[in-house]
C-alpha cells in the first residue's frame, strides 16, 4: 500500500518550561503523547522482513487506526556508524527516514534516542558492522575519550542529516518532538565524570543549531541522579516493567495491585521539577490480558508523565511468531484485544489530566470515562462520541444516539460478532458508517515461550461471521457496501454475513464516500491484514493439571481450520478396539472457535485420566494432540500422546510451584528428593542468603476444579526444615493476599491452616518490577473480606529472618 497523505504539521514544535511541562510552541497548550516502540528499521526485525517499506506502510496505518500520536526509537547505531562515529549513508539509515516520514504523515510525532550502544543480534548472535559502539563495552563507552569523541561525531552527524523523505534535518523537522542522548546507559563510576559526559554531549547537540528539548535517562544508576539533575537537559526518561520479563510463559493473575502506584523515590531531588518526564519503554509483559494498559496510563498520568511508548509494537510480517522480543507481544491484526486496550489507554492519555490523582485500587479501576476489569478481562472507554472494548461486554453505550465511532472485540449492545477479530465503525455523517473488521487471531501456541521463525503462536483465519448492529441513525435495514469490491448486500434486522475488510454502511445509498475518500489521516478504502494462515486443524486445549475423583471433568478446547468441523469427538485411552459401544463425548461449538463437553465422572478409570481429541472433516480426521491425520480406533492409527489430568482422591492443589526472592541477590534452588504419603515428589528447597532483608516466596495457581463448599482447612505436607515459621494463604481474584503465620518444628510434619484464620495482608508484587525502584508490596486500603471461592494462588512466604543455607522440605498441599 502507499501513504498518500502530506505532512500535517506546520512550524509547530515543543518545548519544556520553567516547571518541567511540555508545551506546544503555538498554542502554549500541555502536550500529552502515547503510541509505541518499533524497530524494524535495525537489527532482528530488520533480517527478518523482506520488503521492509511495505511493511512500514502496514504497520503505520494500524497504528493510525488505533489512535496514536506517538513513536519512539532506540537506533542501533552500530548500524548506521563507522568505527570513529561517522554517520552511513546506508539502508537502516534510509529506512529510518522513510519511517520518520510515514508516522508524520499519520500524524504521529517522534521522539528518537540516538544510541543504544549495544549489538545488533538478539535474539540472534550480534553480526559485525564497523560500529564503533562495538569497540568499547557498555560500561566503559560514557567514559573512554576515544568512544566520547566518536559519539560527539556520531551526534552531530547525525542531527545534521537531511531526510530525503521530508527535505528536513533531523534538528529541524517539527514531527521529531526532541532527542534522548542514549538508551539506559550505564555509569559505574563517579557521578562527576557523568555529568561532564552528558554536558559533552549536550554540547554536541546544541553545536548544530538543535533547539529541541534533550532527554536523558534517570531510572539507571541510581547513586548518580543528582549528576543528571545538574545536567543541561530539559526531560528524563523511565520505564516500567510491572510483572518482570522474560518469565518464558504466559503469567496468570490480577495484576492491577502492580500498576496502582508509580513512585519515585528520588521526586525532592534538586531540580526535579524543572524537567519534563516521558516513558521510553513500559509493558505488563509475558501476558496476553487486555485489561492492563489503560490502568497503567491512568497512574503514568498521575505522576505527571506527557510521552508514554510502550516496548515493543510487532512488525506485522513477522507477528504470528513472535521472535522479536519474546517477552513482548503486540500486534493490531495478532493481539487484537491487547491493541484494543491499547486505543483505550491512547484515548486515557488525553482525557486524564497530568497529575490528576485517583483513589487506590481497587477503587481506582473505574476513572471518568473507563473501566478496566480483570475478571471480565475487559478495557472500557465509554462516553457519548466513543464506545470502545477490548472483550466481550454488556454495558451500555451512554449515549447511543451521539456515538460517532466504536472499536470493538466480540459483543456488545451494539455489536454482535462472534468472529475474533477486531472492528472499527466510524460515522462519516448520518447514516453513513465506515466499518473496518480484521481477521480471526486465533492462538495455537504460548507465545511467551521460547519462539522460533517457523512456529506460530497465533495463527489467521478469513471466515464468513454474521454481523449484528444497532445504531439508530442506521436503523435496521441498510446497505452494506464491500469498498474493494464495490458489492452491495442488505441489511435486515441489523443483521449481515461479512468476512474481513471495509465497507460502506449506508441507510441510503450514496456516491459522496468512495474507497479514495481521504478521512482522518486515511483513505477509506484503505486496509491491512495478513492472508489466511491455516491450512490444517489446530486444537488449542490445555488439561486440568488436577481433578477430584467422582467429579465430571469440563473440556473447553478452541478449534480452527480451513473450515468448521463437522463434529469433535474426545476418546479416553481405554478404547483400544472399535465397538458401537465405546464410551466417547463430542464436543459442542459454544460460540466462535469454542468447543465444550463433559467427561462424565464414570469415563475416569484410573488416577491418570487420558484421552485425545479428534476433528472430523469431510471423510477425514485428525487427532490431537500428536497432530497427526487419523483417529485412534483407527487399525492403522496409533496413538502415541494422550492430553492428561491426575485423577485424586482429596482436594490436591497440584501443579508447579514458582519460587521469588525479593532481594536481588539471593536465590533458592530446588531439587526433589523422594516420594511420600500423599501422592507428591517432596521437593527440599535450599535458601542462598545474600542480603540481610532476604524474603522468599513460593506460588502455585490454584487448579479451578476443587470442590469448595465443604473446605475448612488449608494443609501442607512439611517433613523437614530448619526455618522457625512461614505465612502461609492465598491470592484472591481481586489480587489481595489472605494468610497466617505458623511456626515449623521438626516434630510437626503436617499442618493445617483453619480457612477461618486467613487475614488480609500485603501482596508482593512477584516477580519483582522494573526499574528496581519501584514498591515491592502493594498495601491494600480497603478491606475486602475472604472468599474461598475466589483463590487463584498459593501463596507461601518466609516470615522471620533467613539465615544463610536455611531449607524447607515440602511435600502435598491439599484442602479439607
Not at 216 to 230: F, I, K, L, Q, T
Not at 457 to 484: C, E, S, Y
Not at 588 to 599: A, F, M, P
Request: glycine letters at 6%.
Amino acid at each position: 500500500m502507499c501513504l498518500y497523505f502530506t505532512a500535517t504539521f506546520a512550524q509547530q514544535t515543543i518545548y519544556v518550561d520553567k516547571s518541567g511541562v511540555m508545551r506546544w510552541s503555538d498554542s502554549k497548550k500541555e502536550a500529552s503523547f502515547y503510541g509505541v516502540n518499533y524497530t524494524l528499521p535495525f537489527a532482528h526485525a530488520y533480517r527478518q522482513v523482506k520488503d521492509h517499506k511495505a511493511a512500514i506502510d502496514k504497520d503505520v496505518y494500524h497504528f493510525s487506526r488505533l489512535g496514536f500520536n506517538a513513536y519512539r526509537i532506540h537506533i542501533w547505531d552500530v548500524e548506521i556508524t563507522d568505527s570513529i562515529g561517522r554517520l552511513q549513508q546506508n539502508e537502516h539509515l534510509d529506512l529510518l527516514d522513510y519511517l520518520i516520514s510515514s508516522v508524520q504523515k499519520r500524524g504521529i510525532r517522534v521522539l528518537i534516542t540516538c544510541m543504544t550502544n549495544f549489538g545488533n543480534g538478539y535474539p540472534e548472535r550480534n553480526e559485525p558492522t564497523g560500529g564503533f559502539s562495538y569497540l568499547y563495552d557498555k560500561c566503559d563507552v560514557h567514559k573512554n575519550p576515544k568512544a566520547i569523541a566518536a559519539q560527539e561525531t556520531y551526534i552531530k552527524q547525525l542531527l545534521t542529516h537531511v531526510n530525503p523523505y521530508t527535505g528536513k534535518a533531523y534538528k529541524e523537522d517539527p514531527a521529531i518532538v526532541g532527542f534522548e542522548i542514549n538508551n539506559e546507559p550505564c555509569h559505574a563510576g563517579d557521578p562527576l565524570d557523568t555529568k561532564k559526559y552528558i554536558g559533552t554531549m549536550v554540547a554536541a547537540i546544541r553545536s548544530t543549531g538543535n533547539k529541541k528539548p534533550i532527554f536523558y535517562n534517570v531510572s539507571h544508576n541510581r547513586e548518580h541522579v543528582p549528576a543528571y539533575y545538574n545536567s543541561d537537559i530539559q526531560g528524563t526518561t523511565y520505564q516500567w516493567y510491572p510483572i518482570g520479563l522474560v518469565a518464558g510463559h504466559t503469567r496468570k493473575g490480577n495484576f492491577l495491585p502492580y500498576v496502582d502506584q508509580y513512585n519515585i523515590p528520588f521526586s525532592n531531588e534538586k531540580g526535579f521539577a524543572t524537567k519534563a518526564k516521558a516513558i521510553y519503554e513500559f509493558d505488563p509483559a509475558d501476558i496476553t490480558y487486555s485489561y492492563m494498559y489503560p490502568a497503567m496510563t491512568r497512574t503514568f498520568r498521575s505522576q505527571g508523565f506527557q510521552w508514554i511508548t510502550q516496548f515493543a509494537y510487532d512488525p506485522i510480517d513477522i507477528a504470528a511468531y513472535n521472535t522479536e522480543y519474546q517477552t513482548h507481544y503486540l500486534n493490531l491484526a495478532y493481539t487484537p484485544r491487547k491493541a484494543l486496550s491499547m486505543k483505550i489507554a491512547a484515548a486515557v492519555a488525553k482525557e486524564v489530566n497530568r497529575g490528576e490523582q485517583f483513589p487506590a485500587y481497587p477503587a481506582d479501576t473505574v476513572f471518568g470515562n473507563f473501566r478496566v476489569s480483570y475478571q471480565e478481562d475487559l478495557s472500557l472507554l465509554n462516553n457519548p462520541q466513543q464506545y470502545f472494548y477490548s472483550n466481550n461486554t454488556a454495558v451500555q453505550p451512554i449515549a447511543p444516539s451521539q456515538l460517532t465511532t466504536i472499536a470493538g472485540y466480540g459483543n456488545s449492545p451494539v455489536v454482535k460478532y462472534e468472529g475474533t477479530g477486531a472492528y472499527f465503525l466510524d460515522k462519516l455523517e448520518n447514516g453513513v458508517w465506515r466499518l473496518e473488521l480484521m481477521p480471526d487471531a486465533i492462538q495455537v501456541a504460548d507465545p511467551f515461550a521460547r519462539p522460533a521463525p517457523n512456529k506460530e503462536v497465533v495463527t489467521i483465519a478469513w471466515n464468513k461471521w454474521p454481523m449484528q448492529l444497532q445504531l439508530p441513525d442506521l436503523g435496521t435495514h441498510f446497505i452494506v457496501r464491500n469498498l474493494q469490491s464495490e458489492r452491495d448486500t442488505i441489511a435486515e434486522k441489523g443483521a449481515f454475513y461479512i468476512t474481513p475488510g471495509v465497507y460502506l454502511l449506508m441507510k441510503e445509498d450514496t456516491r459522496r464516500w468512495s474507497a479514495a475518500t481521504e478521512w482522518e489521516h486515511i483513505k477509506l478504502g484503505e486496509f491491512v491484514a495478513p492472508p489466511a494462515q491455516l491450512k490444517q486443524f489446530e486444537v488449542v486445549h490445555i488439561p486440568l493439571a488436577a481433578a477430584d475423583s467422582g467429579q465430571n471433568i469440563s473440556i473447553t478446547a478452541d478449534i480452527a481450520g480451513p473450515s468448521f468441523p463437522d463434529s469433535v469427538i474426545l476418546q479416553t485411552d481405554h478404547v483400544s478396539f472399535w465397538s458401537d459401544h465405546n464410551p466417547y463425548i463430542r464436543l459442542e461449538r459454544r460460540h466462535g472457535y469454542t468447543y465444550q463437553g463433559t467427561i462424565p465422572a464414570t469415563m475416569v478409570r484410573s488416577k491418570n485420566l487420558k484421552y485425545t481429541i479428534t476433528v472430523y472433516s469431510n471423510g477425514n480426521s485428525y487427532t490431537f494432540p500428536q497432530k497427526e491425520a487419523g483417529a485412534p480406533l483407527d487399525w492403522d492409527f496409533t496413538v502415541t500422546r494422550y492430553f492428561e489430568t491426575a485423577i485424586t482422591d482429596a482436594n490436591i492443589l497440584d501443579g508447579e510451584m514458582e519460587i521469588y526472592s525479593l532481594s536481588e541477590r539471593s536465590f533458592i534452588q530446588s531439587a526433589p528428593y523422594k516420594e511420600q504419603p500423599y501422592a507428591a515428589t517432596v521437593q527440599r528447597y535450599t535458601m542462598h542468603v545474600k542480603d540481610d532483608n532476604a524474603r522468599f516466596f513460593w506460588r502455585k495457581n490454584i487448579n479451578s476444579n476443587q470442590q469448595l463448599q465443604a473446605t475448612k482447612f488449608l494443609c501442607l505436607y512439611i517433613p523437614a526444615t530448619t526455618l522457625t515459621a512461614l505465612n502461609i494463604g492465598f491470592i484472591t481474584t481481586d489480587g489481595y493476599t489472605y494468610s497466617q503465620q505458623i511456626s515449623l518444628n521438626n516434630d510437626q510434619h503436617i499442618y493445617k491452616i483453619p480457612i477461618a484464620a486467613l487475614a488480609q495482608d500485603s501482596t508482593a508484587l512477584l516477580p519483582r518490577p522494573y526499574p528496581a525502584f519501584m514498591n515491592q508490596y502493594f498495601i491494600p486500603k480497603t478491606n475486602i473480606d475472604f472468599n474461598i471461592y475466589k483463590i487463584e494462588t498459593l501463596n507461601i512466604s518466609t516470615s522471620d529472618k533467613v539465615p544463610d543455607n536455611a531449607s524447607i522440605d515440602i511435600g502435598a498441599i491439599w484442602l479439607e
